[in-house]
C-alpha cells in the first residue's frame, strides 16, 4: 500500500499542503481537541495465509462493519461516530465532576453507622406497619441520603421556583442529596429510564450512592474523580442493555478491587514505607500476609452483599429479588481481579471459570469477619423471631446460589468487561501520558478482543440472539475505538519524528502485514520491530525496564504505533470481510458475527484475525511468578455449616 498523499490545510499556518497523511487533525485553537480529517481514502490491505492480497478495503466503503441489530457503518463513519461520543462524555464529565466532587466530599466519616442506624429503624418500621410498595420505596429511596450536602445557589432559586407548584399538589421536596443521585440515575439510564420499574431504580440509585462513597478519595491518572469512569460504564449499560444487573455488577466490582488494591499498598508502606515497589515485591508482600489477605477479600466482599441485602430485604416482593441478588454478587466476584493475577489469568477466569470448585466458607467465618459491621447490628427484626441482619443474611446467602442462573451470569460479566474495556480505553488521557503507556492501555484490549471472540463462538447456542446481538455492538464500538487511539498515537508520533521518517517506517510497516509473523506474537527482526508485542507483555508481567527504555528511542517507539495501527485495523476489518464473504461468496447468511463456527469460516478466502500465542503462552515465556501463589481463595465460596 503506498502512502496515501491527498491535499490537506496546516493546522498552524492554514495553508494547503500536498503529501499529508489525513488522519488526526490537532487543534489547539480549539482546546487541544483531536478531529478526524480526511481519513475516508484510507486504505487497508488485507490478505489470505499465504501473504496472496485479497483485497483492499477502505476506510469510507459502506456497510463494512456490522454494530448488531441490523445497523452497519463505514469504518470511517464508525470513527466519526466515536470522536463525537468521546466528545459528549468529555462535555458531561465538564457538568457532572464538580457536581460529583461535592458529594463526595460532604460524606462524614461516621456515614457507615449513621445509615445503618436509619437502616435498622427503616427494618422496624416497614415490619410493624402495613406499608404499600410505593411507600416503603419512599422510605428506601430516603433513609441513606447525606444531610451533609447543601444545595447551590442556582439550586436554590429553581427549589423556590418549584416550592408552590409542589404545596399545590402536596409533593415533599428531596433533599440535595436525592435531588443530585436523581440527577446521576438519570444520565446513567437517560432515554431508557422509563423501561426500569421504580425498584429496580431505587436499587441502582442506592448503589451509585455506595460507589460514590467508596471511590469518594480516588482519582484516575487524568484527575478525574474515579467515580466519573464507573458513571460513564453505568451509563453505556443502562442505556443499551436494560439490565440493572448489569448496572450494579459493573458499578460495584471496582469497589472491591480498589478495596482490595488499598489494603495492599498500605501493606507495602508498612514493610517498605512506599507504595511503589514492583510487582515481585507486592507479591511477596501479598504471600506474607495471605491468611490476613483472605480474611479482608470475604470482609469486603461479604459487606457489599450485607448492604445490598440490607437495603433489597425491606421490598415487599423480595422474595422475587433473590435470584437476582445471587446474579448481582455472582458478577461482582467474577469481574474482580486479585492482586496476584496478570490481566491474562484475570481474562481466563473471566470468560472460562477457574476450573476448579469454589471455596468454602461457613456461616460462623462470615459472622466473625462482619460483626464489627455497623450494618450486622440492624435492630432485632420480628419478622424474624428476633433474629438480626447478619443472622438473615447468612440464612438467605446459604441458599441463595443458583447454578441455573451461571450462563446468564456469564453472559452479563462479558458484557460487563467489554463495556469497562470500552471506557478505560476512552478513559486514556492525552495530556501527561506517554505513547508506550497509551499502547499498553491498547495492547491490553488487544488480548481481551482476541479471548472475548473465542469466547462468543462457544456461547452462541446457549445465548439469545438479542444478547449476542448486544455482545457484538459493543465489542465492534471496542474495536474502533482502540482504532482511533491508535490513529491518535501514531499522528502524535509521526508529527514528532516528521513525516520523511515517518513514511520509511509506514512503507516497512504495509510489507509486515502480508507476512506470517503478523499473526504471531514475534515481529520481524527489523531492529524497530524485534519483539514489539513483548515490550508490552512485560510491563503487563510487572517488568517497566522495557517500555521505559522504548521511550527513548522515538524511532522504534514510531514502529510500534504504526504495528499497533495495523492490528486494529485487522482486528476490525477481517471478521467484517469474513461475515461480507459468507454473504456474497458462500450465501451462508447470520443473524451476527459469532454465529459461524471454525468449519464455516474457512470456507471463506479471509481468515479471522487472531494473533496466535498471545496470553497464557507470553506469560509462560516471562517468567512472571504471578498466579503461582498459593492459598489465594476465591471471592465467591459455597457457604456450608
Excluded at 411507600?135 to 428506601?140: A, T
Excluded at 488494591?261 to 507495602?268: A, R, S, V
Excluded at 441463595?400 to 460487563?416: M, P, Q, Y
Amino acid at each position: 500500500m503506498k502512502p496515501n498523499t491527498t491535499t490537506q490545510k496546516s493546522a498552524k499556518t492554514g495553508k494547503t499542503r500536498k503529501g499529508a497523511y489525513p488522519y488526526i487533525t490537532y487543534m489547539a485553537r480549539e482546546g487541544k481537541k483531536h478531529h478526524i480529517s480526511g481519513i475516508g481514502s484510507l486504505e487497508i490491505p488485507l490478505y489470505d495465509e499465504n501473504g496472496a492480497r485479497l483485497s483492499t478495503l477502505r476506510y469510507d466503503e459502506k456497510d463494512v462493519l456490522d454494530m448488531g441489530f441490523g445497523e452497519t457503518m463505514s469504518i470511517a463513519d464508525a470513527l466519526r461516530y466515536e470522536e463525537k461520543k468521546i466528545e459528549e462524555i468529555n462535555k458531561n464529565n465538564e457538568t457532572l465532576v464538580p457536581l460529583v466532587r461535592r458529594l463526595s466530599e460532604a460524606y462524614p466519616e461516621d456515614y457507615d453507622e449513621l445509615v445503618a442506624k436509619k437502616a435498622g429503624r427503616l427494618w422496624h418500621k416497614i415490619a410493624k406497619e402495613n406499608l404499600r410498595e410505593d411507600e416503603v420505596l419512599d422510605l428506601m429511596n430516603a433513609y441513606y441520603m447525606n444531610p451533609k450536602v447543601k444545595r447551590t445557589k442556582e439550586e436554590n432559586e429553581k427549589e423556590k421556583e418549584l416550592k408552590k407548584i409542589r404545596d399545590k399538589v402536596g409533593i415533599k421536596p428531596q433533599s440535595a442529596h436525592a435531588k443530585n443521585l436523581d440527577t446521576l440515575l438519570t444520565y446513567v439510564l437517560g432515554e431508557s429510564r422509563c423501561h426500569y420499574s421504580d425498584v429496580k431504580k431505587s436499587l441502582i440509585c442506592y448503589t451509585l450512592n455506595l460507589a460514590l462513597y467508596f471511590h469518594k478519595d480516588e482519582t484516575r491518572k487524568n484527575g478525574m474523580p474515579y467515580f466519573m469512569h464507573v458513571l460513564n460504564a453505568a451509563r453505556s449499560i443502562g442505556n443499551n442493555f436494560g439490565d440493572y444487573i448489569s448496572i450494579i455488577g459493573g458499578v460495584m466490582h471496582d469497589v472491591l478491587e480498589n478495596r482490595l488494591d488499598g489494603w495492599l499498598k498500605e501493606k507495602c508502606r508498612e514493610k517498605f514505607g512506599s507504595e511503589k515497589i514492583g510487582k515481585r515485591r507486592k507479591l511477596e508482600v501479598l504471600a506474607e500476609n495471605m491468611d490476613e489477605f483472605n480474611r479482608k477479600s470475604a470482609e469486603f466482599y461479604y459487606d457489599i452483599g450485607l448492604k445490598l441485602f440490607s437495603h433489597m430485604r425491606n421490598l415487599k416482593s423480595w422474595e422475587g429479588f433473590k435470584e437476582d441478588f445471587d446474579s448481582m454478587m455472582s458478577v461482582i466476584a467474577g469481574l474482580s481481579r486479585t492482586p496476584n493475577t496478570s490481566y491474562y489469568g484475570y481474562c481466563t477466569r473471566l470468560l472460562y471459570g477457574s476450573g476448579k470448585n469454589p471455596d468454602t466458607i461457613t456461616g460462623q467465618e462470615i459472622e466473625e469477619i462482619l460483626c464489627q459491621n455497623p450494618f450486622s447490628k440492624l435492630g432485632m427484626d420480628p419478622r424474624y423471631k428476633g433474629k438480626n441482619s447478619l443472622d438473615v443474611f447468612i440464612e438467605d446467602i446459604e441458599k441463595s446460589h443458583i447454578k441455573g442462573s451461571e450462563i446468564r451470569n456469564d453472559i452479563t460479566r462479558l458484557l460487563v468487561k467489554i463495556v469497562d474495556r470500552l471506557n478505560n480505553v476512552r478513559d486514556t488521557p492525552y495530556e501527561g501520558v506517554t505513547i508506550s503507556a497509551r499502547n499498553y492501555a491498547l495492547f491490553k484490549s488487544f488480548y481481551l478482543i482476541q479471548a472475548a471472540e473465542e469466547k462468543l463462538r462457544k456461547l452462541q447456542h446457549s445465548s439469545t440472539i438479542k444478547e449476542m446481538n448486544n455482545i457484538q455492538k459493543f465489542m465492534t464500538k471496542l474495536k474502533v475505538a482502540v482504532l482511533y487511539q491508535a490513529l491518535i498515537n501514531e499522528d502524535a508520533i509521526r508529527r514528532e519524528i516528521g513525516e520523511k521518517e515517518y513514511r520509511k517506517i509506514s512503507k516497512m510497516i504495509d510489507g509486515y502485514r502480508s507476512k506470517p509473523e503478523f499473526w504471531k506474537v514475534t515481529s520481524l527482526g527489523h531492529d524497530e520491530l524485534k519483539g514489539t508485542l513483548d515490550v508490552y507483555n512485560e510491563k503487563m508481567m510487572g517488568k517497566k525496564e522495557s517500555i521505559e527504555s522504548l521511550e527513548k528511542d522515538r524511532i522504534k517507539l514510531a514502529a510500534h504505533a504504526c504495528v499497533f495501527r495495523a492490528i486494529a485495523e485487522a482486528y476490525t476489518a477481517y471478521p467484517a470481510m469474513v461475515h461480507k464473504d459468507m454473504a456474497e461468496k458462500c450465501r451462508i447468511v447470520k443473524k451476527h458475527l459469532y454465529g459461524f463456527s471454525e468449519a464455516e469460516i474457512k470456507e471463506s478466502r479471509y481468515r479471522w484475525y487472531k494473533i496466535s500465542g498471545m496470553g497464557p503462552p507470553q506469560e509462560r515465556k516471562s517468567g512472571s511468578e504471578t498466579d503461582d501463589i498459593e492459598g489465594i481463595l476465591s471471592f465467591r465460596r459455597d457457604i456450608i455449616n
